[in-house]
T-cell receptor
Framework: DTGVSQDPRHKITKRGQNVTFRCDPISEHNRLYWYRQTLGQGPEFLTYFQNEAQLEKSRLLSDRFSAERPKGSFSTLEIQRTEQGDSAMYLC??????????????FGPGTRLTVL | QKEVEQDPGPLSVPEGAIVSLNCTYSNSAFQYFMWYRQYSRKGPELLMYTYSSGNKEDGRFTAQVDKSSKYISLFIRDSQPSDSATYLCAPSWSWGKLQFGAGTQVVVTP
C-alpha cells in the first residue's frame, strides 16, 4: 500500500492558462474523490468516481472544470482558462466499496495551485 | 448556517493535557463520522472512523458520536507537541462526499 499520490505537488500558472492534475489512488480502491481546499477552510467536495463512472459533481465544478478516470485507475482534473479564484489546494482521496461497513476516504498530499 | 460546525481555535494546551475537540452537524442522514488530522500544507490524514452513535478508542484517541444531539467529539490523551495540527471532522451519509468542518487548530506547548 503506497498510499494516494498526486502530481504535480505544486503548480504556478498565469490566469487564462489550462492546468491538469493527476491522482493515483490506492490500488484496490474503486472509489476516487476530488476536493478543493482554501486557506482556513475544510476541503470542499468537487466530484467522485466509482471505477470509471463519474457519479456526482458539485455545483462548485463549473464548466471550466472536468475530471476523468478513463480506465478506473488514475484520474485527471483539468481546469481550463484558470482564474485567480481557482488558487487552492486540490486534494484527491480514494476508498474501497465492498468492505462491509467501511466508508473511509484516504487522502493524497494534494496539488497546490497558484494562479497569478 | 453551515452543515458542519467546528470552533476554529486555536486551542492551546500544555504537553500531557487532554485535548477535547467538538463538532456539530445539522444533517440527520449522516451515519459515518471521520476525524482527520492535517498538518500545514499537507493532505488530511485519517485518524478515526465511527459508524452511527457510540464511542471508539484507538490508542490515545477517543471518538464519540451522539446522533440524537448531532454532536461529535474527539479526545486526545497525553497530548504531544507532534499533535499540533488542524483537526477536521467529516461526516458522511453514504459512499459519497464527506462534508468537512472548517477545522480546529490545536497547539500543544512543551
Amino acid at each position: 500500500d503506497t498510499g494516494v499520490s498526486q502530481d504535480p505537488r505544486h503548480k504556478i500558472t498565469k490566469r487564462g492558462q489550462n492546468v491538469t492534475f493527476r491522482c493515483d489512488p490506492i490500488s484496490e480502491h474503486n472509489r476516487l474523490y476530488w476536493y478543493r481546499q482554501t486557506l482556513g477552510q475544510g476541503p470542499e467536495f468537487l466530484t467522485y468516481f466509482q471505477n470509471e463512472a463519474q457519479l456526482e459533481k458539485s455545483r462548485l465544478l463549473s464548466d471550466r472544470f472536468s475530471a476523468e478516470r478513463p480506465k478506473g485507475s488514475f484520474s485527471t482534473l483539468e481546469i481550463q482558462r484558470t482564474e485567480q479564484g481557482d488558487s487552492a489546494m486540490y486534494l484527491c482521496a480514494s476508498g474501497r466499496q465492498g468492505a462491509i461497513g467501511r466508508r473511509e476516504q484516504f487522502f493524497g498530499p494534494g496539488t497546490r495551485l497558484t494562479v497569478l | 448556517q453551515k452543515e458542519v460546525e467546528q470552533d476554529p481555535g486555536p486551542l492551546s494546551v500544555p504537553e500531557g493535557a487532554i485535548v477535547s475537540l467538538n463538532c456539530t452537524y445539522s444533517n440527520s442522514a449522516f451515519q459515518y463520522f471521520m476525524w482527520y488530522r492535517q498538518y500545514s500544507r499537507k493532505g488530511p490524514e485519517l485518524l478515526m472512523y465511527t459508524y452511527s452513535s457510540g464511542n471508539k478508542e484507538d490508542g490515545r484517541f477517543t471518538a464519540q458520536v451522539d446522533k440524537s444531539s448531532k454532536y461529535i467529539s474527539l479526545f486526545i490523551r497525553d497530548s504531544q507537541p507532534s499533535d499540533s495540527a488542524t483537526y477536521l471532522c467529516a461526516p458522511s451519509w453514504s459512499w459519497g462526499k464527506l462534508q468537512f468542518g472548517a477545522g480546529t487548530q490545536v497547539v500543544v506547548t512543551p
